[in-house]
Nanobody, 116 residues
Framework: QVQLVESGGGLVQAGGSLRLSCAAS????????MGWYRQTPGNQRELVAR???????IYADSVKGRFTISRDNAKNTVNLQMNSLKPEDTAVYYC??????????WGQGTQVTVSS
């Protein structure tokens, strides 16, 4: 099993920045990729960004050029630097890990609120 603990998030004005961090523990050897998803009330959870063990990244079109995902494999952490935040970025953000043994694991979620 993989356990994920998120930190960061909070309230920020439009145009501001926030940094989310996620630390993985447990069977971290089984992780092949880590990422961030977000969810708003009444909507499905959507991918924000993902990074593989090799460092390959993918981003949602809506955050390209504004968000940057990074990972420290030695520390089993993944970060999401969010710049130029918009009110539409307001959501609960979830850390995710994916692996061949345990599939998807999720953090508890952290609220990000961007005021206009």
């Amino acid at each position: 099993q993989v356990q994920l603990v998120e930190s960061g998030g909070g309230l920020v004005q439009a145009g501001g920045s926030l940094r989310l961090s996620c630390a993985a523990s447990g069977s971290t050897f089984s992780i092949s990729a880590m990422g961030w998803y977000r969810q708003t009330p009444g909507n499905q959870r959507e991918l924000v960004a993902r990074i593989s063990n090799a460092g390959n990244t993918i981003y949602a079109d809506s955050v390209k050029g504004r968000f940057t995902i990074s990972r420290d494999n030695a520390k089993n952490t993944v970060n999401l630097q969010m710049n130029s935040l918009k009110p539409e970025d307001t959501a609960v953000y979830y850390c995710n890990s994916r692996g061949h043994l345990y599939g998807d694991s999720w953090g508890q979620g952290t609220q990000v609120t961007v005021s206009s």
